[in-house]
């Protein structure tokens, strides 16, 4: 079992140079772990390529873990807007909106594709911290409340529902997006992911 690690950071920038000086190093931490991989990435690689000093960096990011969750954090908001704004617009059907969303939570993984996946095999290092368990949490939840405007009906269902499409569309887009599949394939990929949840559902 990993061990509980905190990824807090140890504090978040107010003023402008501070916030520069930040978003250097996400993005030297980005390419850093996107290019080398997690068992190359450290504090000091990161530092490195940000061209600041490790203290600067510890002063933001106690450890590389807290860093790596970062990165996560910041690619799961990203996603979730998106994910929530398709869902929640109240003026498409159902069924077209999750292919909407389908497609574009799967668009946004091929984008993002070797990151994704450096932040997947480096999950290890934050996984069993609350912050990544509230992150899961709000992504089901986001779907929860779709289920529940879509079929007021199938109450009893809705958490496994939930549970079930945010566990296949992850599994299925890793999949995909780790073969190199985009465009016409990836949409392709994304339509069939979306009719099977939509027969499982029971959206017409």
């Known amino acids: 079992m990993p061990r509980k690690i905190a990824v807090k950071p140890r504090k978040r920038p107010r003023q402008a ?14 390419r850093v772990l996107a290019e080398q991989g997690p068992a190359a990435f450290n504090t000091n690689r990161v530092a490195e390529r940000a061209g600041v000093s490790v203290g600067s960096l510890y002063q ?10 970062r990165l996560h954090e910041l690619e799961s908001a990203d996603t979730g807007a998106l994910i ?13 909106r999750l292919y909407a969303a389908v497609r574009g939570f799967f668009a946004t993984e091929a984008a993002e594709a070797p990151l994704r996946r450096a932040l ?27 289920l529940c405007e879509a079929q007021p009906e199938r109450s009893g269902r809705r958490e496994f529902d939930a549970r079930f499409v945010a566990t296949v569309l992850s599994g299925v887009a ?26 499982h559902l029971g959206l017409a």
């Not at 140079?17 to 980005?30: D, G």
Request: glycine share 4%.
């Open 17 to 30: 140079r501070s916030r520069e000086t930040e978003a250097v190093i996400l993005q030297a931490a980005a």
């Open 60 to 69: 933001y990011y106690p450890n590389k873990a807290a860093l790596l969750f």
């Open 84 to 96: 929530e704004r398709i869902l929640g617009d109240a003026r498409r059907p159902p069924r077209k």
């Open 120 to 146: 997947a095999l480096a999950d290890v290092h934050f996984r069993a911290s609350p912050e990544f368990a509230a992150i899961e949490r709000g992504a089901v939840e986001q779907i929860r409340l779709f």
């Open 174 to 199: 890793e999949s995909i997006t780790s073969q190199g599949i985009e465009g016409r394939a990836l949409a392709r990929w994304a339509d069939a992911c979306s009719a099977m949840l939509c027969a």
